[in-house]
């Protein structure tokens, strides 16, 4: 774990990664402390499941505000893995057990420009997706991005949503084989794709 060492008030930029996968885990560890190093983000950490990732990302540097949280781990259509643990739309009802750690990240959040960036694969693709990526903005009332493609060191299909808009990218858009309503396989990123960012990228683009 790196905490944030910056004192100049400015809201924190983070980076949580999944450290329970045995490749994609280092790889991702020593991406979050190049880019800390940089000073592109103020701390990272590597989470073994979610509820550890909302515990830091609710104490990491307190009380300063929070303007803008990465997730470097896998995803589906929908949803956004730790291990075997999946954040989905469900989980920003009132009666599901994260609410709780969910509502304290957001009011950790510096307001409607904060961003939620979940660098994961087809989290945004699909009808499921487009569904997650609207209830989350409207859940931390910040925006949210995501992808719609495969991800890897090119990263394609990139949206961004704000609190109070609606999904506007095609419900099919990244989709290999089946239907938004049933998908069975995404395409993979390519330098030619829509909305491709590289890994390197650490801000959105214009």
């Known amino acids: 774990m790196n905490s944030g060492s910056s004192t100049d008030g400015r809201p924190l930029r983070l980076v949580v990664h999944d450290a329970t996968r045995p490749v994609l885990g280092p790889v991702w560890w020593f991406g979050g402390r190049t880019a800390r190093l940089l000073g592109r983000v103020d701390a990272t950490f590597g989470a073994h499941s979610w509820s550890e990732a909302l515990a ?19 995803g589906r259509w929908g949803g956004v893995r730790i291990g075997a643990e999946e954040l989905r739309a469900e989980w920003f009802s009132p009666r599901h057990p994260a609410l709780p750690a969910l509502a304290t990240l957001r009011r950790r959040l510096a307001g409607p420009d904060a961003l939620l960036w979940f660098r994961t694969c087809e989290t945004f693709g699909a009808r499921t997706g487009r569904a997650f990526a609207r209830e989350a903005s409207r859940f931390f009332g910040a925006r949210v991005a995501g992808h719609t493609f495969v991800i890897h060191a090119l990263q394609s299909g990139l949206h961004l949503l704000g609190p109070g808009e609606e999904p506007d990218w095609p419900e099919n858009e990244g989709l290999a084989r089946g239907t938004p309503e049933a998908p069975e396989k ?21």
């Open 186 to 206: 995404a395409r993979t990123s390519w330098l030619f794709r829509p909305r491709t960012v590289t890994c390197l990228r650490m801000k959105i683009p214009s």
């Open 56 to 74: 830091w990302l609710s104490a990491v540097a307190a009380p300063r505000r929070i303007g803008a949280v990465q997730f470097w781990m896998h």
